[in-house]
């Protein structure tokens, strides 16, 4: 398909990310087009690979899946565009073109897919902020530690509390939050997105 197309020439093809880097050793290459789904290295961590080399070329993932986990991981490995194998061929050569030109190039079910998935995190990172917004400062200040994985006696040094005090304010948190352990206030912690202060 793709050797027929216009201002496209195929000059190499690997059936494995580890077949990945004598490839690119051994040809120039603007664009790789790289599947996810491989027996031995899979796509995330080969074009994580590709994208560490020096003069590396852009990565269009073109797979049959795109769950969540899936297509983040390929955008945060470097991959600059994600299509699905249903997409037309024309689209495909398409993608190729704008991907050497240094262009992004989404298929419409995961751009889809990514705006939920910012949409559902804004909501998400909302109702944590609003919980932790009900603690007192003090408060506020244990339950961002306790994100950290600070133990009672490392909150105690970095705020100069005793550790009963900061015992007394890790229950006063967790009932004011409605949850039930640490591990719980440490998620309510990342899902607003905010850090303890160095």
Same mark, same amino acid.
Request: hydrophobic share 50%; net charge negative.
């Given at each position: 398909?793709?050797?027929?197309?216009?201002?496209?020439?195929?000059?190499?093809?690997?059936?494995?990310?580890?077949?990945?880097?004598?490839?690119?050793?051994?040809?120039?290459?603007?664009?790789?087009?790289?599947?996810?789904?491989?027996?031995?290295?899979?796509?995330?961590?080969?074009?994580?690979?590709?994208?560490?080399?020096?003069?590396?070329?852009?990565?269009?993932?073109?797979?049959?899946?795109?769950?969540?986990?899936?297509?983040?991981?390929?955008?945060?490995?470097?991959?600059?565009? &994600?299509?699905?194998?249903?997409?037309?061929?024309?689209?495909? $050569?398409?993608?190729?073109?704008?991907?050497?030109?240094?262009?992004?190039?989404?298929?419409?079910?995961?751009?889809?897919?990514?705006?939920?998935?910012? $949409?559902?995190?804004?909501?998400?990172?909302?109702?944590?902020?609003?919980?932790?917004?009900?603690?007192?400062?003090?408060?506020?200040?244990?339950?961002?530690?306790?994100?950290?994985?600070?133990?009672? $006696?490392?909150?105690?040094?970095?705020?100069?509390?005793?550790?009963?005090?900061?015992?007394? &304010?890790?229950?006063?948190?967790?009932?004011?939050?409605?949850?039930?352990?640490?591990?719980?206030?440490?998620?309510?912690?990342?899902?607003?997105?905010?850090?303890?202060?160095?």
């Amino acid at each position: 398909m793709l050797d027929g197309a216009d201002g496209i020439v195929v000059v190499a093809e690997a059936d494995d990310g580890a077949a990945l880097p004598a490839v690119l050793d051994a040809h120039p290459l603007d664009v790789v087009l790289m599947d996810l789904r491989m027996p031995r290295v899979d796509g995330i961590a080969a074009t994580r690979e590709v994208r560490r080399r020096r003069d590396a070329p852009a990565v269009v993932v073109l797979t049959t899946f795109d769950t969540r986990e899936e297509v983040e991981g390929a955008l945060h490995a470097g991959a600059v565009g &994600y299509l699905l194998k249903d997409a037309p061929p024309a689209r495909i $050569a398409e993608a190729v073109r704008a991907a050497a030109l240094g262009e992004p190039v989404l298929s419409p079910q995961v751009a889809r897919r990514l705006m939920t998935s910012a $949409a559902d995190a804004g909501a998400a990172r909302s109702t944590a902020r609003a919980a932790l917004g009900r603690l007192t400062a003090r408060g506020r200040e244990v339950a961002l530690e306790i994100g950290r994985g600070a133990s009672n $006696a490392d909150v105690g040094a970095r705020l100069h509390l005793s550790v009963p005090t900061v015992k007394a &304010y890790v229950s006063s948190v967790l009932a004011k939050l409605g949850v039930e352990n640490r591990t719980q206030v440490a998620l309510l912690v990342h899902e607003a997105a905010e850090e303890p202060p160095s």
